[in-house]
């Protein structure tokens, strides 16, 4: 079979599409115009390139973001279905990845999630286009110190999310299990110096309010995972692992997920149903619900997710 330039090109990793000739063959027909976007990037098929042929359908998604739109191409066989988010629809931006096997969830006020798996060795367009995303929410800078909130622009004060008087960027208190939690707030805070640190909930097993499970668990524990919340008053960005609760104690996957508050309708608190110790925080943006586990005694703290 002749070799093409799509197939000669074709690996792991996340390409950037800067022209039309460079689109796969499959998305040609859809009217994406590199030229008039702000970020074009085609996510490869999950496959050996030792499994792959120039007559295959080589990408999986395409990713186009313009001014106003983002904008998921999905193969579907031979085929693709389109996605269009308009950016004021967004309610948060999850990115995770655990080994190679990366994620990235786009949650929306009035849609369903968008996901698109991608290698995780591919993570740095990931990036790139997160960055982008959250810049086409956010305000030019974060309010003044002691400036009233804007209109629409909860957590208010008192709730489970709000920001209150959050403390400096300091390293918070978590074992060396988390180290790689801690690297990836060092990180964060270094490249957004005006994120204050609101809450860290430490890794503990957790007690089930079954009986029945209480014995169970004596055999198999389960872990409620650390996470690391902080804000700059616009967004609350949360560091933690791909799953909160986890049978084993996961030190390999790593998570960021980022709350725009101007998008969050509600954030409610409730005892988590079973596991003592652990309380909910739901936050609700538009139809989309997010919940988070954290330790009751982090959630009732002067610190708060």
């Known amino acids: 079979m002749i070799s093409t330039a799509e197939f ?13 000739d460079d ?9 994406i115009d590199p030229a008039a976007c702000r970020l074009v990037l085609k996510v490869p098929r999950n496959i050996e390139r030792r499994n792959a042929h120039p007559g295959m359908h080589l ?3 395409l990713i186009a973001l313009d001014d106003e739109t983002l904008t998921v191409l999905r193969r579907q066989d031979d085929a693709y279905e389109t996605i269009r988010v308009p950016l004021d629809r967004i309610a948060a931006l999850a990115d995770s990845t655990r080994l190679l096997d990366g994620r990235l969830t786009v949650h929306l006020v009035d849609a369903p999630a968008v996901v698109v798996p991608y290698n995780g060795s591919a993570g740095a367009p990931v990036q790139r286009l997160i ?3 959250r810049e086409s929410y956010l305000p030019e800078s974060p309010p003044a110190a002691g400036s009233p909130p804007a209109a629409g622009s909860p957590p208010a004060a008192g709730s489970p999310l709000a920001a209150g008087e959050p403390g400096p960027a300091a390293a918070p208190g978590l074992g060396r299990e988390d180290t790689g939690l ?4 060092d990180d964060l805070v270094r490249q957004e110096p005006r994120m204050r640190l609101l809450n860290v909930g430490s890794r503990q097993v957790v007690t089930p309010a079954s009986a029945w499970e209480r014995l169970y668990r004596k055999a198999r524990p389960l872990h409620l995972q650390a996470g690391i919340a902080v804000t700059d008053e616009r967004e609350i960005v949360l560091v933690h692992r791909r ?11 790593m998570a960021r997920t980022v709350l725009p508050c101007a998008r969050i309708d509600e954030v409610v608190t409730r005892p988590h149903e079973r596991y003592l110790g652990v309380d909910v925080i739901a936050v609700r943006s538009g ?8 330790a009751a005694s982090a959630s009732g703290s002067d610190r708060r997710l």
């Open 243 to 253: 799953e909160w609760f986890t049978r084993d104690a996961d030190d390999i996957s």
């Open 182 to 185: 801690l690297n990836d707030y």
């Open 8 to 20: 000669d090109a074709f690996g792991p990793w996340i390409d950037e599409v800067r022209t039309v």
């Open 131 to 133: 960055g982008l995303l």
């Open 23 to 31: 689109l796969p063959r499959l998305y040609r027909d859809a009217g």
């Open 59 to 61: 990408y999986d998604h």
């Open 287 to 294: 139809s989309t619900r997010l919940e988070f586990p954290i």
